[in-house]
């Protein structure tokens, strides 16, 4: 290093790098949140129309799988994703907030079709009028019964909310 050279010329052509802490921080939630968004794991409470539609969404020509949802899991515990379609009663209630609770954090929630989001055209006693004053959803779908369309553009819109999301805080 010479006497009229700079410090930082002289980290540059040895190959130091400087950083500081939040900036590493902020790349390694980057990545974390980048993990998260391409390897999202559905449970998947279908009960009606819905279910059907689901199904259709993991067919070749759909192919929930491009965005990395293809790991469909039938336990709770191996899940982040909650996918609740069609009508939900008083009775099944319980269990889906016992799914709910045993799923590991973070973890999301989708709302698919009319009568998961709002009850539909059962306006009856034994029919939960929305999920969301049981269970905190996400994204909402709307539709009866929605289309694997409106399917794949609420995943899309679930790893853009990922993605913004804070890990380290």
Known sequence: MGVNQP???A???EGFVTTTVK???GLLEKVINLGRKNAVWPYIFGTAC???ELMATMSSRYDLARFGAEVVRFS???ADLLIVGGRVTLKMMPVLQRIWQQMPEPKWCISM?????CGGVFDTYTMIQGVDKFVPVD???PGCPPRPENVVDALMMLQKKIEASKVLT
């Open 7 to 9: 410090l930082d010329r």
């Open 11 to 13: 980290l540059e052509r």
């Open 23 to 25: 900036s590493m921080l």
């Open 50 to 52: 819905c279910s059907i």
């Open 76 to 78: 709770p515990r191996q």
């Open 113 to 117: 079709g009319a009568c998961a989001s």
């Open 139 to 141: 994204i909402y779908i």
